[in-house]
């Protein structure tokens, strides 16, 4: 999964925002929500 990567070099690379990248924004997160929400 490509977006796992991303996501983890986002979330650790850098500080969250009051407003998330578009990147997030648009559905990677939900992928991760479903994902943590499965595990």
Known sequence: M???GDWA???HG???RETPPAEIR????LYFLAF???A
Do not use: N, Y
Not at 26 to 29: I, N, Q, R, Y
């Open 14 to 16: 850098s500080p969250i």
């Open 2 to 4: 490509a977006w796992s």
């Open 9 to 11: 070099s986002l979330w």
């Open 36 to 38: 943590v929400i499965l």
């Open 26 to 29: 648009s559905g990677e997160a």
